[in-house]
Structure formats: structure tokens, C-alpha cells
């Protein structure tokens, strides 16, 4: 047996979280709290991280401008907004760009990177110490060592990696997610499976990364008639939730394959959601696996009960509804812009640039 596994985030989950647990802001003097535009406001997530910070006399600044998708820029800026304010940790509020956003500006608020070498894979390993608030049940940033930048000059997305990046402590509480859209809690939820199914598709793999992949998926398969028809009790967002947080892990040691590094070209092209993106292309991609390990996609598909890949399209098609449209040469320039990513090469079985127009094609025409 060979494993190396190392994931150093502490993970609290209750109700009341924060409140529950303020002692654990005490890990700096001031805070930079990263967040979206408006749902850490609406939600009360930022009311409670600001409640335990008063509680411990903790001084904060808030940086409140990730958008969706965070850009280079955005993480630039916030970074000098830290080293202004002279935070000495990072508070994140919100989904996987916040949280990624977050990430990017506590490593470039105490290394100087340039904006040329940022995804240069040459970062070092030094960063802000983090805490990290969920509030969307899919990307389980919150356990990573990634943050995923849109990188303009490659027209895609791209991930910065560091051990550095992994946040101290990780506080889940579903309450944040009781008005989150239909919408993003289907396409979160989706991502949050294409992480633990890409877990046990990638090279990575391991015998741990798998125990954990296949419990996530359990869980996830049992929420999908909720998924389909949009309706989900307070256990349903504490089960998606804990789901993603677990998907998280996996891929923090497995990282993401092919189905990430294709989705990318649908998000940055045609705007479409993250996790919609990975579930428009799951399907067809456990389909070509399925060829060269037909043992790893039966077992994937043992845990949400389905003997077929069709099978499990066919669950998805009715949680995600129609496909975009696309055309054929959309399609040619994506398969040339996966065929240079990474996470290609990170599947158990890697598609060359034929195969990835042919996956592409299948799922998307
Ligand atoms: P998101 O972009 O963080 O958020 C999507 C939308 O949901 C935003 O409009 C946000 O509003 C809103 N929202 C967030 N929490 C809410 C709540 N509790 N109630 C109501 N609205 C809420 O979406 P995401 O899918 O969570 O994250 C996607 C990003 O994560 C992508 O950039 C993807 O590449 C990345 N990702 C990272 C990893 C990793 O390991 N680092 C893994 C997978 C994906 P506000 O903007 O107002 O907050
Ligand atoms: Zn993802």
C-alpha cells in the first residue's frame, strides 16, 4: 500500500458555529474579512464573524468586491488592502470565489509575487493564516490547498497550489445556505459530486481519498430527488454541506481531472456556472473511463445505486435540465485549450485532443 495524505485544516461543523466557537478568531490581532458583494450581508454570516471578533476585541477591515470567477486584479487589490490595514489573518465569507479569492490575497499580502509569476507554480509557501466560511455547499474550498483564478491571458481558469493555502479552520454551519437560489444550490451540489467521482477517476487516487469520495457521493446520490425537484429541509442543507466539505478533502489530495479542466472553457467562454459546467460533462467522461477501469466507475456507481452510466446521465439530465447550445467550433477551440491543461493529465486515464472533442461533442451537441 503507498499513502501520503495531508490535510491540516480544522473542521468544525455545528449549529451556531461561529458564535460557538469565537475563540477561535484569537489566531491574529486584525482581520481582512473576504467577501462577495451582498450575500455575507443578507445571510447573517458576516453579522456573526463580526459578533466574534467584538466578542475578542479583534479589529477587522472588510474587502467586499470578489465577483464571481475572482480575476487577478481582484485578488491584487485586496492584497494591498491587507498590507494597508495590516491584517495578520483572513477571515473568508461565502462560495468557493470568495474563498479562493481569499486565499490569493493572503499569500500575495506576504510574498511578492509578481502578477507574471503568479501562476508560475513558483509561489512559495507563505501566506496569512485563514479561516473560511462556507456559504454555498459545492467547491469545499475550505479544505483545499487551491485557489482558482481566471486567467485572461490563457483564456481559462487557473489554480494556484501551495500548502500554505489550506485554511486553518474551516466553520460549516448550514444556516447561511436557508435562502440560497435553487440555481446555484443545483450547480454547487453538482460540483460538489464532480469533485469526489473526479476523486476516484484521478491518478491520485488513494485508499483513504476513495473511503471518503465514496461516502460523499452516497450522501449527494441520496439528495438528488431534493435536487430535481427544489425542495430541501435544514438536514438536506446540513447533508449537501457536509458532502461538499468531504469532496473538498478529496480533492485536496486527489486534485480535479479532465472534467475541471474542460469545464473551464464553459465557464470562462459562455458563462456557465462551475459546477453546472463540471455536470454537463460527468457523464460522458465516466463513460470513457469506464473503458480503461470499468471497476473504479462500477464502484462509483454502486454507491448512489445505479448499474449504468446511462443511468446516472439520465439522473443529471433531470437535475440540470437542457444543454446550452453549442456549436462545433466553440467545441474545437476548447478541446485545444484542455489539451494544454493539466488536469487533463490527471485523469486515471488521460484523453489526448481527438478524444476530448469526441467527449465534448457527445455531451454538448
Ligand atoms: P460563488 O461564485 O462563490 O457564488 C455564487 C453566487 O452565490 C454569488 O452570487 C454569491 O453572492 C451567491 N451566494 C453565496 N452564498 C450564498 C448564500 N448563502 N445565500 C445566497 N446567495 C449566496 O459560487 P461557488 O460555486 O460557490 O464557487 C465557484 C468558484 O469556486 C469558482 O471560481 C470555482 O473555480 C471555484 N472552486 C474552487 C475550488 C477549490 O478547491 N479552491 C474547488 C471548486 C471550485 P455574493 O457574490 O454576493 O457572495
Ligand atoms: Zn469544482
Given at each position: 500500500m503507498k499513502l501520503d495524505f495531508h490535510m491540516p485544516t480544522k473542521v468544525i461543523a455545528e449549529k451556531e458555529c461561529v458564535r460557538n466557537n469565537?475563540?477561535?478568531?484569537?489566531?491574529?490581532?486584525?482581520a481582512l474579512i473576504v467577501t462577495g458583494k451582498r450575500s455575507a450581508k443578507n445571510n447573517g454570516s458576516l453579522d456573526d464573524v463580526i459578533w466574534a471578533l467584538d466578542k475578542n476585541n479583534i479589529e477587522y477591515a472588510v474587502f467586499d468586491k470578489v465577483m464571481s470567477n475572482p480575476t487577478v486584479e481582484c485578488v491584487y487589490e485586496g492584497a494591498e488592502m491587507a498590507m494597508e490595514e495590516e491584517a495578520d489573518f483572513v477571515i473568508a465569507i461565502g462560495g468557493g470565489s470568495p474563498m479562493d479569492a481569499a486565499k490569493a490575497i493572503a499569500l500575495l499580502a506576504v510574498s511578492d509575487i509578481d502578477r507574471k509569476d503568479l501562476?508560475?507554480?513558483?509561489?512559495?509557501n507563505k501566506a496569512l493564516p485563514m479561516i473560511h466560511i462556507p456559504?454555498?455547499?459545492?467547491?469545499?474550498?475550505?479544505?483545499?490547498p487551491y485557489s482558482i483564478l481566471t486567467n485572461h491571458e490563457k483564456q481559462t481558469k487557473t489554480s494556484i497550489a501551495a500548502p500554505?493555502?489550506?485554511?486553518?479552520y474551516a466553520l460549516l454551519d448550514a444556516?447561511?445556505?436557508?435562502?440560497?437560489?435553487l440555481k446555484t444550490t443545483v450547480n454547487t451540489a453538482i460540483d460538489s459530486l464532480s469533485h469526489s467521482v473526479e476523486g476516484m477517476m484521478s491518478a491520485r487516487a488513494n485508499i483513504m481519498a476513495d473511503i471518503i469520495a465514496r461516502e460523499a457521493i452516497r450522501l449527494l446520490a441520496s439528495e438528488f430527488d431534493n435536487l430535481a425537484r427544489g425542495e430541501f429541509t435544514d438536514e438536506d442543507r446540513e447533508k449537501l454541506l457536509y458532502a461538499s466539505m468531504l469532496g473538498g478533502v478529496v480533492i485536496s489530495q486527489t486534485k480535479t481531472t479532465a472534467v475541471h479542466a474542460m469545464g473551464y472553457s464553459l465557464t470562462y467562454f459562455?458563462?456557465?456556472d462551475h459546477g453546472r459546467a463540471n455536470g454537463l460533462l460527468l457523464g460522458e467522461f465516466m463513460e470513457y473511463t469506464e473503458k480503461f477501469a470499468p471497476e473504479k466507475i462500477h464502484d462509483i456507481l454502486d454507491c448512489m445505486g445505479m448499474k449504468t452510466v446511462d443511468e446516472f446521465k439520465a439522473e443529471l439530465h433531470k437535475i440540470l435540465g437542457e444543454t446550452e447550445n453549442f456549436v462545433l467550433a466553440e467545441l474545437e477551440m476548447y478541446a485545444d485549450i484542455a489539451n494544454m491543461a493539466g488536469g487533463v493529465k490527471n485523469s486515471i486515464h488521460c484523453p489526448d485532443r481527438s478524444e476530448i472533442l469526441e467527449i465534448y461533442k457527445n455531451s454538448l451537441l
Open positions: 469565537a475563540d477561535v478568531f484569537k489566531i491574529g490581532k486584525k501562476f508560475s507554480g513558483n509561489i512559495g456559504t454555498t455547499a459545492g467547491t469545499g474550498s475550505e479544505v483545499t500554505c493555502l489550506f485554511p486553518a444556516k447561511y445556505m436557508k435562502k440560497l437560489s459562455k458563462g456557465i
